[in-house]
């Protein structure tokens, strides 16, 4: 089993026990990943930049992406998705929008390329 398979189990195990499969339909499992994103923001609130680089507490940092990972996985599981195919046919779709020698060091959107 692979990695990435065992931590699906892990998570369809943590919810089978709850009887909490039946709360994760799409629109929540969204707005799930949507809240913890905020409170990952929250962490880096009112920081500068260099400070969020730095002076953050990790532990809050590592319980909210397993938060956010968590309700991806169990969004992409409960749509059938592979987790591993969704995220590099992604990235190809991203590296023709920004193709190397137009993004190489900015952050600008690709349509201001
Ligand atoms: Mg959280």
Known sequence: MSELQQILQAIKQFSDQRDWHKFHNNKDLAIAISIEA??????????????????????QLEDELADILTYSFMMAYKNNLDIKSIILNKLQKNAKKYPVEKSRGNARKYTEL
């Open 38 to 59: 905020a409170e990952l923001n929250e962490i880096f609130l009112w920081k500068t930049p260099q400070q969020s680089d730095k002076d953050f507490d990790k532990q």
